[in-house]
């Protein structure tokens, strides 16, 4: 109730709203800027979708802002949000094969298939089975920590990162309806 919707907030609610493109939402910013609070807002929009649009309506009549006011967050969307700096996970597919609905089966043909990184086929048929909003903060500073083993047959942690997120934008932007896809960084200085 008491969450002012700044300019940088109301951008990431109208990126996930009904009328949003589905285009990844990158939030960038220095520590302290406020971005894991809009996370956290986001989370919470997809959550309790009533309450935050309720909010949205309040503040709008407020302020005299018709497109706050209107605001039609999407419906059906499992929240899977992770402060990947934490290092709880080696790559970021295992954490959607953990809590996505239909990850352990998909994890299943992903190991069976033998290639290093999920195929976006793969992806966007778990993500067809529950939409899904993925919604990594500190990324980059967990990025730039990954590398890549040495010879041929080293694990390349960091180009199949880098692979995979390249996939998981292009979905997002692809197939809106099934994914959306939210991170945080502190700068554009990094891959």
């Not at 002012?4 to 009904?18: G, H, M, N, R, T």
């Not at 993500?127 to 920590?145: A, K, M, N, Y």
């Amino acid at each position: 109730r008491i969450t002012y919707p700044v300019v940088d907030l109301q951008k990431a609610l109208f990126a996930i709203s009904e009328a949003g493109t589905g285009k990844p939402v990158v939030l960038i910013g220095d520590r302290g800027r406020g971005k894991s609070h809009i996370m956290a807002a986001l989370h919470h929009a997809i959550v309790s979708r009533d309450v935050v649009e309720a909010w949205a309506q309040d503040w709008g009549q407020r302020l005299g802002n018709d497109k706050l006011m209107n605001l039609k967050l999407t419906s059906g969307f499992l929240p899977v949000t992770e402060a990947v700096h934490n290092n709880e996970y080696e790559y970021l597919w295992d954490l959607l094969f953990e809590r996505h609905p239909s990850g352990q089966k998909m994890q299943g043909k992903f190991e069976a298939s033998g290639v290093p990184v999920p195929a976006r086929s793969l992806m966007e048929e778990m993500f067809s089975l529950q939409p899904t909003v993925l919604i990594i903060d500190e990324f980059q500073t967990w990025f730039d920590g990954l590398n890549d083993e040495p010879g041929d047959t080293g694990r390349k942690r960091r180009t199949w990162t880098f692979n995979f997120i390249q996939n998981l934008s292009e979905l997002s932007k692809d197939r809106p309806d099934v994914f959306r896809f939210i991170i945080s960084v502190r700068n554009n200085q990094t891959d």
